[in-house]
């Protein structure tokens, strides 16, 4: 099935793009993955944390408040990262996405990681849907959008992006920083907070 990215949405209201509540339980398995096989231990209060991790990466390539920045990391940087996980490969993608739509690549790996826990969530392995895209919180999985391949996965939801959150003429725009996208991206509270620690966490591995 062939998802079209200009589909009309059968919802209304702020959380309609987001992932559901439920999908976050797929974190679970992003932890397992980072303890046991990447042995990266895990941070239990990413609240605490995010201050440190935004002052760690906004030298290399992501800020926070802005994920129109340029990341300037190469699609062999991040395949080595991603090495090992269900995300594997997929660096050039997210590079490209970047040049092609302007968002920070460390932002859209992150924010991947996050929603799919490194790839392994049954809409990313059914669905190629590594960000949970239209996963609604009533019906996360049957309302999930169907890529044709991950690559299609990301470069249609970097699209998304450019054109209605960091668009200033977008419907979803609410500034261009982590904290104001999951304003109107996702339902969970803390998912500003957790998806910077999820990118502090990426760009220490290697």
Do not use: C
């Amino acid at each position: 099935m062939s998802f079209k990215i200009n589909m009309p949405s059968v919802q209304s209201g702020p959380s309609q793009i987001g992932p559901s509540k439920s999908y976050y339980e797929t974190q679970a398995r992003f932890q397992s993955i980072l303890e046991n096989k990447l042995n990266v231990k895990a941070t239990p209060d990413v609240t605490e944390t995010s201050k440190v991790s935004r002052a760690k990466t906004e030298d290399q390539g992501f800020d926070a408040q802005n994920v129109l920045l340029k990341s300037g990391v190469s699609a062999d940087a991040l395949n080595e990262k991603l090495e090992g996980t269900a995300l594997a490969g997929l660096g050039n993608d997210f590079v490209a996405a970047e040049q092609k739509y302007g968002i920070n690549a460390w932002f859209l790996t992150g924010l991947a990681i996050h929603e799919s826990g490194f790839g392994t969530s049954r809409i990313a392995q059914d669905k190629n849907n590594i960000f949970g895209f239209r996963a609604y919180d009533a019906t996360p999985y049957s309302s999930a959008a169907q890529f044709d391949s991950r690559g299609d996965s990301i470069d249609k939801v970097a699209q998304y992006l450019a054109e209605h959150y960091t668009n200033p003429s977008g419907k979803y725009f609410n500034g261009i920083s982590v904290d104001a996208i999951g304003k109107r991206y996702a339902t969970d509270p803390n998912w500003s907070n957790a998806l910077q620690s999820r990118v502090a966490q990426l760009m220490k591995l290697g």
